[in-house]
């Protein structure tokens, strides 16, 4: 009864505004942040900071839209997704763990984040998005991304490798790997390449390590796939 609980949650977690959820910032048009409040204060004390771990929510967003959620759902994750490949524009193509928004609301990491872990959060919400919408934006900015590791964070011998910095040039890798690169971020790559019929989110729940579920009609009713 998974499902069951998802959609019960999914109205309990989300009962707020969202613009009391996150800001909106000036660069590149109006591009949503995924902050955190100083906790008792107003909705404008945020911390200036986004972690690439946040990235999933444009695709939960977009898959409760897609589920019957009101249609603003969808029109944030869209927005929200934006800041999360942003995050991606350095030299090597990968982004840092962290970044932070400056006065003049310019994206940058310090030297303690400029790390990578190759992790799966951005092209999970690629892959949701790309299913619900069919936008081609979404396919080619999952190709942007495989493409930066393959030139980056691929060693001709051994394989891939997390990266200890991604604002250089020349790739400085960890020289280990993390499981979920191979579990969740190369899974998600592939099904946003791959015809819709493989893993229909009409008939599979995605747990967050990227195991689909078969859903049980029985539970839950939902759109199904034309």
């Known amino acids: 009864h998974v499902i069951t609980l998802l959609r019960i949650t999914w109205y309990a977690f989300y009962p707020a505004p969202w613009h009391e959820l996150l800001m909106l910032l000036p660069y590149s048009g109006s591009l949503g942040m995924l902050s955190t409040r100083h906790p008792g204060t107003s909705y404008s004390c945020y911390y200036p900071t986004q972690d690439h771990l946040v990235c ?3 695709g939960t967003l977009a898959l409760g839209a897609h589920f019957g959620a009101p249609s603003w759902h969808l029109t944030l994750a869209e927005d ?13 193509g990968l982004p840092p ?5 400056n006065e003049k609301s310019k994206l940058y990491s310090s030297s ?10 951005t092209v999970e919400s690629l892959f949701v998005l790309w299913r619900v919408t069919h936008k081609p934006k979404y396919r080619a900015w999952a190709w942007d991304i495989y493409s930066a590791m393959e030139r980056s964070a691929k060693h001709p011998t051994y394989g891939f490798s997390s990266m200890e910095k991604v604002k250089s040039k020349k790739p400085v890798r960890k020289g280990h790997l993390e499981s979920f690169f191979l ?6 790559l592939y099904l946003i390449l791959a015809p819709d019929d493989i893993i229909p989110l009409e008939r599979y729940v995605f747990n967050t390590e990227a195991h689909p579920f078969p859903i049980d009609t029985k539970f839950f009713s939902r759109p199904q796939p034309s």
Request: glycine share 0%.
């Open 56 to 58: 999933f929510l444009p």
């Open 80 to 92: 929200l997704v934006r800041c999360c490949v942003a995050m991606y524009h350095t030299e090597s």
């Open 97 to 101: 763990e962290i970044v932070k928004f």
């Open 112 to 121: 303690a984040d400029e790390f990578s872990l190759l992790r799966p959060e």
């Open 183 to 188: 579990a969740e971020t190369l899974k998600y």
